[in-house]
């Protein structure tokens, strides 16, 4: 149950369970269950206030919008956004405004994110009730259900099984590689080494 009101002390450990059986948010933390509206003053409740705030506003087109050179730019809409950060407990929450947050993203690895005094997430983080380990290798099996070691997760093909979810490659590139599950909302995704299957980041998020 959310606490009723306040700022809550920073804790010292974090349990983090999120889940896809729903189209709903469905995130647990510390023993809190989100099933439908996230925002700023219930994540201030657990973890207590946000070490900083960022608001920023990116570019943003629509489904079916295109244009081409300046034209794009001169009628490109703008999307505002809050980011809370917690940078010693490795999490960030964000969403169009304090009211409505949509995405939780976990830093396991700091090195490359260029976030300044970010440290490594350190608690506990379970997907679909199984607890996720940074190292993949042995963690994936194919669909046929039999077990393999893997020096890449996205040798699995099209599709593996990982955490009771369908994942299938969502981005590549030179170093980085991106696993997301099948379903569209809520999404889980996770970004980890090409050639060394070590999660850097585990991002949660649904669509408003």
Known sequence: ??????????????????????????????????????????????????????????????????????????????????????????????????SKINSVKIYFDTVNTGIQELQAFSGNFYINGKEMKQNLSKAITKSSGKSRKFDDPLACGIRCNLFNTGFKPSYQSFYYHQIRNRKYNPCIELTYFMNNPQILEAHYFYKL
């Open 1 to 98: 149950m959310i606490p009723a009101s306040g700022s809550a002390q920073r804790p010292h450990h974090v349990n983090i369970e999120i889940s896809d059986s729903t189209w709903n948010p469905d995130l647990t933390i510390n023993g809190v269950r989100f099933q439908e509206k996230l925002t700023y003053r219930n994540i201030k409740k657990i973890l207590g206030k946000a070490s900083k705030i960022e608001k920023k506003a990116t570019a943003d087109y629509p489904w079916g919008y295109r244009f081409s050179g300046g034209l794009r730019d001169f009628f490109r809409l703008r999307r505002r956004t809050r980011t809370f950060y917690y940078h010693d407990l490795g999490i960030a929450f964000r969403g169009k405004k304090r």
